[in-house]
Each structure stands twice: as C-alpha cells, then as structure tokens.
C-alpha cells in the first residue's frame, strides 16, 4: 500500500496515507488473493512453527520491535516545536495537527518503497514506505494524546514481482481520534476520527476494514524486513526476521509463509513444506502458500498430492499472477508485436503501478516502429520503480531512445 504512485492521490492533495506490506511471498508464477478470515483461535492453540535455528547464521541485523513506536529525542523535539499547540482547548484539535505531517509545509515527506524503515528512520530521512510512515503517525498520535489504530483494509491489493518472486502486497491504514470526554457534546466531537491513508479515497469505497492489533502489525513490519533481505538474497537476515515475525505473532498466516520461502531458497524443501502447511492451517485460502506447495509437490514428482491444491486455486482465482504478461513476453520472443502490445496493455489495467509491465509494453512499442509511445511507457516505468537498479535500466533505455530521435 502501500503505496506506489498508482496509489497515490492525484489532483488535490488529501491526507491520506497508504500503507504497504509485504505480507505475502510467493515463488515465482503463485497467486494472491485477499480474503476476510474468522478471527484466530488463541495462540497456544498452535502448533511450534518449524524453525530450524541451526541450519542459519546468527544475523546481526536487530529484530526486536520493542521501541519501534517511541519517539527519538529528535521526533520529540519536532512534536513540541510543530505539533503541540501550548493551551489546546481540546485534544480533538489534536487531530488537525497530525495531517501537519503530510501537508506540503510540513515533514515534506517522500514516498520510498526501497525499504521498510522504522518510524524513527523514516522521520530522519524524510521519507518512507507505507508501513513506516503509518507506523509513524501513530507514535506521533499517541504521544498526542491521541488513539491511534491500525485497520486491515481488504479488497485493496498490489502484485508486484521481482527476479523470480512474486510480492502481493496487503493494505493497512490508521485511525486517529481524541480520547473520549465526560461531556456528552464534546464527547461526540472529540470521537471524530481522522483516517491516514494515501490510498485515494475512491479506491476505499466499499472496501471491509478490519482493526488490527500492534501486535499483528509489528510482526507485519519484521515480515516485510524477511521479504526485503530475501529480495536481496540475505537468507540469514531473511530468516531471523520471518522467525522474529512468526514468533511475535503466531496467528499470522504471512510469515510462516515467507519463512516457507527461505527454507526453499536454502534447500530445505521439507521445512519449506511445513512452513507452508501451517501457513494454510491458519489460513486456508492464502493462495501464495496454495501455490508454492503446489510447485513444490510438482517438482517432487508427487502429483496426486498437488491435484486437489491445484483444484482448489482454480476456485480461489481467475488466473495466474502476471498471465497476461507472460503471455505478452512470449508473444514478442515469436515476433508476434500485435498479438504482444494487446496483451500487455491488459496486463498494464491489471497491474497500473508495475514497472516490468511497462517496460515490456515499451519493448512491443519498439517492435511495432512507434518510439514517442515506447518512451511514454519507458517513462512511466521509471516513475513507477522502486529499485534502483531498475531505475538505472529504465533509463539507460530512454536515453538510447532519446538519441535516436524520440520527440
């Protein structure tokens, strides 16, 4: 959410904030879905997750999210300087100060999906990831004076990929209010509520929201460390995080199968198996876990296993994650450019904030002899990356474009 600039407002600014979170990894060619499940059974209803401590190095990467929501001496100084208005008549006017963060005179903040910064992190850079800045906003609300409560808000996904992992990317927002007062009146306004979210308002509409504990979003930040440091090719780190996530929430579907993910990377496909297993005993429709231990069970030559999980995708989803686009990818290795840019125009409605999406539409552009709309696309690509490393790509490629005549 989280989020990219396709999630971003356009138009008048709205303070709004999106949250992102890497809350599902997937191999390659998995699906993803959202889906409201009941709420858990307690955690010692659980079994022991499958960690496999000696199999990793010790990272020394620290993984605990215990001051994750206290101010720096430097947050606090902001917060007294710019946000503590001395003889407030109510902690409801609080509330305007928080959108201070997000106004253009304000922290000047930037949206950066490079990594998941803490909200300490975040506030010194200036910028920062869904995640961290929501995470930011509740610990400026809360020293406040203020609530500050995290929702999971369904029905608002992103897939992304990179190299050979699939991401789907959850949603979550936060919700700001004064404490309640004795007066009735005043009680009233006072519960008026600020929701932070940079999803356009439109896109929330009708969308279910769910609260979601500090407890659950924490161990939502520590798996999006996992993703990152598996994104990277840091199994270590990888692991201490997804087990520093699965163990701060034991409920939580995500993690076991990120953890899943980095056993398999390892070679560790018995884990892996487990990992994923338990992932669907809390969640029988995570789809990323369907799908992984569907390839898995494929590639050891157990289909009568795979067959019914296969079935059960099949009811769960459409079609494969980026099918429109491997389909478009294939179509321009035969030379089929037509057949190719109808394809990857779908997969670009499907997926509006994926920079490989528009890269390979600039690529169909270049094949049918039309450069002004091969750079249009290469442009939007770079807007739309995250990774530097793409940047540079995008880039380079705009560039030889642009030497050779682009308008």
Known sequence: MAIHPMFTASGRWLPR???????????????????????PPAASAWPEP????ALFAVSDEPVSTHDLLRLTPEMQAYLQQQLARPGSASQALQIDLIEQLYRRDGLQLRYDDATTRSPAQAFAD??????????MTAAFARALGLQAEFQAVHDVELLDRSADLVLRSGHVNVRVLAPA??????????????????????ALRGARVQPLSDQAVLALFQNNRAAEALQAGRLDAAYAWARASVLADPAQAHALNTLGVVYQRRGLPNLAEAAWRQTLQRDDQHLSALGNLRDLLLAQGRPAEAAPITARLATLQAEPP?????????????GDAGTALALLQRAARQYRGSAEVQFWLARAWVQLGQPAAAGQALQQALVLSQREPDRQRYSAKLAWLRARGLP
């Not at 499958?50 to 401590?53: E, T, V, Y």
């Not at 980026?322 to 035969?334: H, K, M, S, V």
Request: proline share 4%; hydrophobic share 55%.
């Open 17 to 39: 904030t999106a949250l992102r979170l890497a809350s599902g990894l997937l191999l390659a060619l998995t699906a993803a879905g959202c889906a409201v499940t009941p709420a």
């Open 50 to 53: 499958p960690l496999a401590d």
């Open 126 to 135: 200036r910028r920062g990831n869904c995640l961290s800045l929501a995470l």
């Open 181 to 202: 007062s004795r007066d009735l009146l005043r009680q009233t306004l006072a519960r008026t509520a600020l929701v932070v979210d940079f999803v356009p308002e439109g």
């Open 322 to 334: 980026f099918a429109a686009l491997d389909a478009g990818q294939q179509a321009l290795a035969r």
